[in-house]
T-cell receptor, first 114, second 113 residues
C-alpha cells in the first residue's frame, strides 16, 4: 500500500516568488494535515482537513499561505509571496476520520528561500 | 497550555548501550502520549503510544511508561543498534481541541558500531 506522497521533495526559490506543495494521502484517509517543521524543531500544525472542509486552520498565516482540498482527496499548500523565514520542511500527514487515529506522515518538502 | 519538553541532543551511544531519552509534558486535560521516529529523508513514523496513566507503550525493543505523577514519558531501550540512529519526537494529544498534536523539538540519536 502506498504511503503519503508529497511533491516536490525539494524546492529552491527566491524570496517574493510563489511556491506550491502537493500531497496525496493514503487511500481512504479522510483527514489530512499540513505541518511546518523548522530545523531542529518538531512539527507544528498549519491546517487540518476533514474531507474537503478545513476544520482547524488557526495556525495558518492567511496573509501569505493558502491551502485547498477541493475533492477531499489530494491537497495543495501555497505560499505567495515566499519570505526568507519560510525556509523549512513542509510535512503532510493523513489519518482515518477524526483526530484520534494514527497519523501517517509523508517524507516532506524541503523549501529553501534565497 | 500544552507543550512537550525533550532532552537536547545529539545523543551518541555505542552499539548495545542502554538508551534513555527524557520527555516531560504539560497539558490542559488528560493527554495521550506518543513517541515518533524520523529516519533520514523520511517522514515521521509512530513508534509507540500510551493513552492513560501507568500504561506502557512498547515496540521494536523501545518502551515508555506514562507517568502522570511526574508528567513524564521517557523513552528507553536496553540495547541500541546502529539502525536506531534517527531523530525521536515525543508528542501529546489532548482530547477535544480538534485532537491536536503537540510535538517536542526532537532528540537526535547517533549509534556508533
Amino acid at each position: 500500500e502506498a504511503g503519503v506522497v508529497q511533491s516536490p521533495r525539494y524546492k529552491i526559490i527566491e524570496k517574493k516568488q510563489p511556491v506550491a506543495f502537493w500531497c496525496n494521502p493514503i487511500s481512504g484517509h479522510n483527514t489530512l494535515y499540513w505541518y511546518l517543521q523548522n530545523l531542529g524543531q518538531g512539527p507544528e500544525l498549519l491546517i487540518r482537513y476533514e474531507n474537503e472542509e478545513a476544520v482547524d486552520d488557526s495556525q495558518l498565516p492567511k496573509d501569505r499561505f493558502s491551502a485547498e482540498r477541493l475533492k477531499g482527496v489530494d491537497s495543495t499548500l501555497k505560499i505567495q509571496p515566499a519570505e526568507l523565514g519560510d525556509s523549512a520542511v513542509y510535512l503532510c500527514a493523513s489519518s482515518f476520520s477524526g483526530g484520534a487515529n494514527e497519523q501517517f506522515f509523508g517524507p516532506g518538502t524541503r523549501l529553501t528561500v534565497l | 497550555g500544552n507543550s512537550v519538553t525533550q532532552m537536547e541532543g545529539p545523543v551518541t551511544l555505542s552499539e548495545e548501550a542502554f538508551l534513555t531519552i527524557n520527555c516531560t509534558y504539560t497539558a490542559t486535560g488528560y493527554p495521550s502520549l506518543f513517541w515518533y521516529v524520523q529516519y533520514p529523508g523520511e517522514g515521521l513514523q509512530l513508534l509507540l503510544k500510551a493513552t492513560k496513566a501507568d500504561d506502557k507503550g512498547s515496540n521494536k525493543g523501545f518502551e515508555a511508561t506514562y507517568r502522570k505523577e511526574t508528567t513524564s514519558f521517557h523513552l528507553e531501550k536496553g540495547s541500541v543498534q546502529v539502525s536506531d540512529s534517527a531523530v525521536y519526537f515525543c508528542a501529546l494529544r489532548v482530547a477535544g481541541n480538534f485532537n491536536k498534536f503537540y510535538f517536542g523539538s526532537g532528540t537526535k540519536l547517533n549509534v556508533k558500531p
